[in-house]
């Protein structure tokens, strides 16, 4: 697990000092090492030689020795790699390019990827099971090739220089975004297509970042850019499987867990301290429960504490652990200690999101205890069914039915008029933000699962978003909250999907790809910390889209079938409660200590004017939070707070 940056560009360009303060910027993502790569300069170019540049930052898990180090070289072929992540089978695909011929130094992954792409090129990535983004500079048809993982659970971004700069045309890319900000590659200005997503969803989904001219290379593709051909488009070589009902039920239960059991056990293999996050839940616990049986001595399990009852899950851990004989630590959390923590945790953000703080913690708290890797339960409930959006997203679909023959525009009156009558509205200068708040919002929805499933997750409703922001994007690049890239995309994967099956899809693509996944490699490479998700394997997730529905799903919300396959021998009244979900108690402590701090930031006008937003507006929302009006939640108050540090932290402005 690492860090890196690089650039293809004008020889006569300062790409090795930019890539430089790139990787140097990165550094928290790999203590262990820093190496920078050049090539020489190559012709071809439009205008003139052109040079590849590499860095790298280095966390060292599997192979410790200086023969893995990054950028790495092929001696015989001159191909050069710049990788981050794990590749997991890595030990089956060394025997067979051994067999093929080639011939290893090291004992790492990084290598076998490097063979890989030698013997394969493009179709190794067909072979490989892991987390990975990765840069290749391949001499023999002079081309750069930048890769992601199929879920996109390690990040790329990019950005070409304009005409009128030194470097122009050159390609710049990092592990971070803040890395390119760092290096001054690209201008330090907000993208206002992605302001907008960003205040329906509390973070920024892709391919878009909040940097205007920075591109987030989308899960599972590549892009190749060759010298002497300018810049190919993004090639997608793996998507999310639709629903398949080809095996008999009882084939397709046997191959979900031993694709589960492999999924766990694969996630093992570290030269260094590894442990599990044991949150109590079903999820976290099938995960440890199952690395557990994989290994022949006991697992490290770690839980966080809170002095907020309604927010411990440590007895449920602890009960957990002592069922499976793990070691396990308990961590405690304590208001005292993130406030005192809080501005370390906010520089974490590679992007403005609500919801990473809580990771940034536990992640701390665990390479404390002198952890490097950890495993992770996240993709669980996206996977099987585990949150409310998987019962009330067909209940919505069912009731646009019935009335979807009106117009939109009525059917939002109509929506306005319910929520007077229920007192959702009237006076108040901010009406609830959630449920029945939105009512208007979802009766004048289109009743397709990706709208519906955009409008029941949004942090605040049309009416709303209209006040607070100064500007809205251009006509048609921000659909249902999300880039029309990406809205297209995924309003064509789940068109002619079963309700549960897409509800699956967009929360794996949204939630879990577009913020989960983000959220969790900043806040855990902040302090160095390598995470792995067992949920998040890709041939898990094949094997579980050839579940029949019932199988997979039922009872809603229960995850049974996780349970049956991942928890056997535990008591089941363990997971006998509400469903809680990591959650730090941000909305107690915004109101305690906090509150001083989050006031400041949101009623700074001037503040708020610099990223696009109105400040009376702003002003309202925190006063009605303050006041606890109903359906006013902390996440709504918070994700506004992160984006004005965020931004000043960064200095970057509409």
Not at 28 to 47: K, Y
Not at 66 to 76: F, G, I, Y
Not at 144 to 173: N, S, V
Not at 178 to 205: C, I, M, Y
């Amino acid at each position: 697990m690492c860090g890196i940056a690089g650039a293809m560009g004008p020889a006569a360009a300062p790409l090795r000092e930019r890539v430089t303060r790139m990787t140097r910027a990165q550094a928290h993502r790999g203590p262990d090492d820093e190496a920078i790569w050049e090539s020489a300069p190559v012709s071809g170019g439009a205008d003139g030689p052109v040079q590849c540049v590499f860095g790298h930052r280095r966390l060292s898990v599997v192979d410790l020795s200086p023969l893995s180090r990054q950028p790495m070289v092929d001696e015989a072929t001159g191909v050069v790699l710049c990788f981050n992540g794990e590749i997991y089978d890595f030990r089956h695909l060394r025997k067979e390019l051994e067999g093929a011929g080639h011939r290893f130094k090291s004992q790492g992954d990084g290598e076998v990827l490097l063979k890989a792409w030698i013997e394969w090129r493009e179709d190794c990535l067909e072979r490989l099971v892991g987390m990975f983004a990765f840069a290749i500079w391949d001499p023999r048809d002079v081309t750069l090739t930048l890769g992601r993982d199929r879920m996109g659970i390690k990040p790329l971004y990019y950005t070409q220089r304009e005409d009128g700069t030194p470097d122009a045309g050159a390609i710049y890319f990092a592990s971070e975004l803040r890395a390119l900000v760092a290096a001054d590659v690209t201008e330090r200005r907000l993208d206002p297509v992605s302001l907008e997503t960003f205040v329906h969803n509390g973070f920024v989904p892709g391919p878009a970042t909040m940097i205007r001219g920075v591109r987030s290379l989308p899960a599972g593709c590549l892009l190749q850019i060759p010298v002497a051909g300018g810049r190919r488009a993004e090639q997608r070589y793996w998507q999310l499987p639709t629903a398949d009902r080809s095996l008999p039920e009882a084939d397709a239960v046997e191959a979900v867990d031993a694709a589960l059991r492999s999924a766990v056990s694969r996630r093992l293999v570290a030269d260094v301290p590894l442990g599990i996050f044991l949150s109590g839940g079903v999820d976290s616990s099938a995960v440890a429960a199952l690395a557990q049986a994989a290994s022949d001595r006991s697992v490290t399990t770690l839980n966080v504490s809170f002095e907020e009852a309604e927010y411990d899950e440590s007895p449920q851990a602890e009960a957990v652990a002592k069922a499976l004989g793990t070691h396990h630590r308990r961590l405690a959390l304590s208001e005292d200690t993130f406030v005192a923590g809080l501005d370390d945790a906010l520089g974490s953000l590679d992007q403005p999101t609500f919801d990473a703080i809580n990771t940034f913690f536990v992640s701390r708290a665990v390479r404390e205890e002198g952890l490097t890797v950890a495993l992770a339960g996240t993709g669980g409930d996206e996977l099987f069914g585990g949150y409310s959006s998987f019962a009330d997203l067909p209940r919505a679909r069912r009731l646009l039915g019935g009335v979807g023959w009106l117009p939109a525009s009525l059917r939002r009156g109509v929506g306005q008029l319910i929520g007077l009558g229920l007192g959702h509205a009237g006076t108040r200068s901010v009406p609830p933000q959630t449920r029945w708040g939105k009512l208007a919002d979802l009766l004048a929805s289109p009743p397709a699962l990706s709208d519906l499933y955009q409008v029941s997750s949004a942090l605040f409703t049309e009416r709303f978003k209209e006040r607070l922001l100064a500007e809205r994007a251009g006509t048609g690049q921000v659909v249902a909250g999300l880039p029309a890239e990406l809205e297209a995309l995924l309003s064509e994967a789940t068109r002619e999907q079963p309700d549960l099956h897409a509800t699956s899809m967009m929360e794996l693509s949204l939630f879990l790809g577009e913020r989960l996944l983000r959220d969790t490699d900043a806040a855990s490479m902040a302090v160095a910390l390598e995470v792995r998700v067992p949920f998040v394997d890709h041939e898990l997730i094949e094997a579980v889209a050839r579940l029949p529905e019932a199988r997979r799903f039922a009872p809603l919300r229960r995850k049974q079938l996780l349970r049956d396959l991942g928890t056997a021998g535990l008591d089941p009244a363990i997971f006998d409660r509400p469903k809680a979900g990591f959650e730090l108690p941000l909305d107690v402590w915004c109101r305690r200590r906090l509150k001083g701090r989050v006031s400041e930031a949101l009623l700074d006008a001037e503040a708020c004017r610099r990223v696009g937003l109105r400040p009376e507006a702003v002003r309202q929302l925190w006063q009605a939070f303050e006041a606890e009006q109903p359906g006013i939640y902390w996440s709504r108050v918070w994700s506004l707070f992160v984006l004005l540090t965020w931004s000043q932290q960064h200095d970057v402005r509409i």
